[in-house]
């Protein structure tokens, strides 16, 4: 390679970085516009509406504008507004009898003049929904024919041509997510719905409460203060956790009893008719049944045991729950 081509390669780099920086700076200030600009007065009647929907939302956009609407659709799933994505070009040949009565209609546009979703408006009026639209213009079709109308206008796209969406969609991906969350404080949802719809994802594990993964009943290794050691380690075998939980009369966690202990006793002890009070560990480490599984896991790791005791209010034995099994929940 020549001096002069490694120059210009040097130099289209140099432009390239320089166009990606523009981009992210251009992407940033049509953010900032949008929060400056934000009308809470069509933000207030668009979850009016939202909140009085008694079917599901229903999400459309064509091209970029529906890809933001698919993820649009999925965040108000998952945070507790039932929810689904709507081809406009597929609503006109049938999928439009996906819509009825009781839903609410989330339309994004940045032209508010886009076709496939006009031609829907008659059939949309006769039905029993309310409309919102997401748009960059404030003079379209959509923005004075719909019930609400969210303006999403940005000053440039961040695209070098002017003609890729970029920071329009940008911006209305951030609008989106704003009227969802915005949504969810409206309805109270918290951590624990959110677990609720999240069972096998990550998140919903790390929101995944102590009371889901302990041993309950009879699986609960336990035994009271005044048991031999023989009978401790009778119900040690018999649960299979490598540990007992040794309780007082009133049935409150007095200690614990391991099979380290154990095999620690045994080098200097050898009548297993000893009392088991004797040779627990006394005020072992416990946690409530509501406490999350991750601190749990921290407990444990922290610890280095293997398993908690779980007390109620009262600090009576409810439950045990051991590494394992909040190694099953994939959480480690």
């Known amino acids: 390679m020549s001096e002069r081509s490694g120059d210009g390669k040097a130099a289209r780099r140099r432009a390239s970085l320089e166009v ?8 940033a200030a049509a953010l900032e516009k949008l929060e ?19 079917g599901r939302i229903v999400c459309t956009g064509m091209g970029k504008s529906g890809i933001i609407a698919k993820k649009l659709a999925g965040t108000l799933a998952s945070t507790g507004s039932p929810a689904f994505f709507l081809h406009p070009a597929e ?10 009565d009781g839903d609410a209609v989330i339309a994004l546009s940045h032209s508010g003049n886009t076709a496939e979703i006009v031609s829907l408006l008659p059939s949309m009026r006769r039905l029993d929904v309310r409309l919102i639209a997401l748009v960059g213009n404030m003079e379209s079709t959509l923005a004075q024919e719909f019930d609400v109308a969210l303006h999403v206008g940005i000053e440039e796209e ?3 041509l002017g003609l890729a969406p970029t920071a329009s969609t940008t911006a209305a991906l951030a609008l989106g997510d704003a009227l969802a969350m915005a949504l969810l404080e409206e309805r ?3 951590p624990e719905d959110f677990a609720g719809f999240h069972p096998r994802g990550s998140l919903g594990r790390r929101l ?5 993964v302990m041993h309950t009943g009879d699986r609960i290794p336990c035994v009271p203060q005044a048991a031999s050691l023989r009978d401790a380690v009778a119900e040690m075998s018999a649960k299979g956790l490598g540990v007992t939980v040794i309780c007082d009369p009133d049935d409150r966690v007095a200690g614990i009893l391991t099979d380290g202990d154990l095999r620690r006793l045994m080098e200097r002890e050898t009548a297993l008719d000893h009392p088991v009070g004797e040779c627990m560990t006394a005020d072992p480490a416990r946690i409530g049944p509501e406490a999350l599984a991750t601190e749990a896991l921290r407990l444990l790791e922290e610890g280095r045991i ?11 034995l409810v439950g045990v729950v051991h590494l394992h099994d909040l190694w099953r929940t994939q959480m480690v």
């Open 208 to 212: 995944l409460r102590v009371a889901n």
């Open 36 to 54: 400056r600009e934000l009308d809470e007065v069509a933000l207030g009647a668009a979850l009016d509406v939202l909140l009085a929907c008694t």
């Open 306 to 316: 293997t398993c908690l005791a779980v007390i109620d209010e009262s600090s009576c």
């Open 188 to 190: 109270g949802f918290g």
């Open 158 to 160: 961040a695209c070098p």
């Open 91 to 100: 609503a006109g040949h049938g999928d439009l009898g996906m819509i009825v």
């Open 20 to 27: 990606a920086r523009q981009v992210v700076r251009t992407e």
